[in-house]
């Protein structure tokens, strides 16, 4: 079985809205609600300032993952999402989607790549933990969100 991106397209938006609503307890977390509506999906996936791709195991769209190549506020590339349908946890996805994620970004030249993780999110702070993710601050978005911020030397 391979695993690849596959570019967010206005046409394939409704899977997105799909693989985000599978996992209500992040939705709660993210915006205060268990689902999400197609305009939220166009706003974050459709947009040029990060690149939106559907994960996809052979032909079968098992997640989605949200990234900036380089964040205008530390010229670092960080990892906005990464999440795998619900149906599809627990089987180490959730790691060879970053692994490949990873690849893509060491062949681009990258050394280092940051995330932000919700605090109320614990599920996603082991798995981050577990494959790597070295703790440095922690912030407090405009919308008053606060955030761990982890970063991951690549290679």
């Known amino acids: 079985m391979s695993m690849y991106f596959e570019e967010v397209k206005k046409e394939t938006l409704y899977i997105a809205l799909e693989i985000l609503n599978s996992n209500p307890e992040f939705n709660l977390y993210d915006n205060g609600r268990e689902t999400r509506t197609l ?3 166009e ?4 947009n040029s300032k990060t690149v939106s791709a559907f994960i ?3 032909d079968t769209y098992i997640g989605i ?3 900036l190549l380089e964040n205008p ?3 670092y590339p960080w990892l906005g999402l990464l999440m795998i349908h619900g149906d599809y946890q627990g089987y ?3 790691a060879q989607a970053y692994e490949t994620y990873e690849y ?3 062949k681009r030249g990258l050394n280092h790549v940051r995330i932000g993780i ?3 999110n614990k599920k996603a702070i082991r798995f981050w933990e577990s494959i790597g993710f070295i703790f440095y601050k922690t912030t407090t978005l405009k919308n008053g969100s606060v955030i761990n911020c982890y970063q991951k030397q690549l290679g």
């Open 39 to 41: 305009a939220e999906m």
């Open 43 to 46: 706003e974050e996936f459709l």
């Open 56 to 58: 996809k195991l052979d």
């Open 65 to 67: 993952i949200d990234y």
């Open 73 to 75: 506020n530390d010229h």
């Open 92 to 94: 180490g996805f959730g």
């Open 104 to 106: 893509e970004m060491s």
């Open 118 to 120: 919700l605090i109320e």
